[in-house]
């Protein structure tokens, strides 16, 4: 079976649009609240800033090479408004949309300095697959 890369692209772009529909929902004014009676959770606003920011890592630096800074922690702590999302947002789904053309499947990652040392042997096939995956489970859970 073979899946072309931007096959991928709707279903990414459909996790995007669904988080921020439910950060739109939530408003402003909820958006940086952690969900009451549950420790150890993130923010809608850190969730979906996370999702930005590890979409951004496996598309942007691990497969397309480029050499974006990330702030892992610093995405879990985010804080803003539904504004600032939906720009963001807007952003993320452009570059996915650019990202997506250097897509090797069977090739491994193109920045391979990127990648813990149990991923060197992976494809980037592999790489999408697992950013769809980071993707579909916090929507589901926001």
């Known amino acids: 079976m073979s899946i072309a890369p931007e096959e991928f692209v709707?279903?990414?772009?459909?996790?995007?649009?669904?988080?921020?529909a439910i950060a739109e929902e939530l408003g402003d004014a909820r958006l940086n609240q952690r969900p009451q009676n549950?420790?150890?959770?993130?923010?809608?606003?850190?969730i979906l800033t996370h999702c930005i920011g590890l979409t951004r890592y496996w598309l942007g630096t691990v497969i397309a090479g480029r050499q974006i800074p990330r702030d892992r922690e610093a995405e879990f702590s985010a804080r803003g408004t539904v504004a600032d999302l939906r720009q963001a947002v807007q952003r993320i789904q452009q570059?996915?949309?650019?990202?997506?053309?250097h897509v090797q499947g069977d090739q491994p990652s193109a920045f391979p300095m990127a990648v813990r040392p149990q991923q060197k042997e992976w494809t980037q096939?592999?790489?999408?697959?697992?950013?769809?995956?980071e993707l579909a489970h916090p929507h589901e859970q926001m």
Do not use: R, V, W
Not at 125 to 133: A, D, N, R, V
């Open 10 to 20: 709707p279903y990414m772009s459909a996790a995007f649009d669904g988080m921020l």
């Open 38 to 46: 549950l420790s150890n959770t993130s923010t809608p606003f850190a």
């Open 95 to 101: 570059e996915i949309q650019a990202d997506i053309t």
């Open 125 to 133: 096939g592999h790489f999408l697959l697992l950013c769809y995956k």
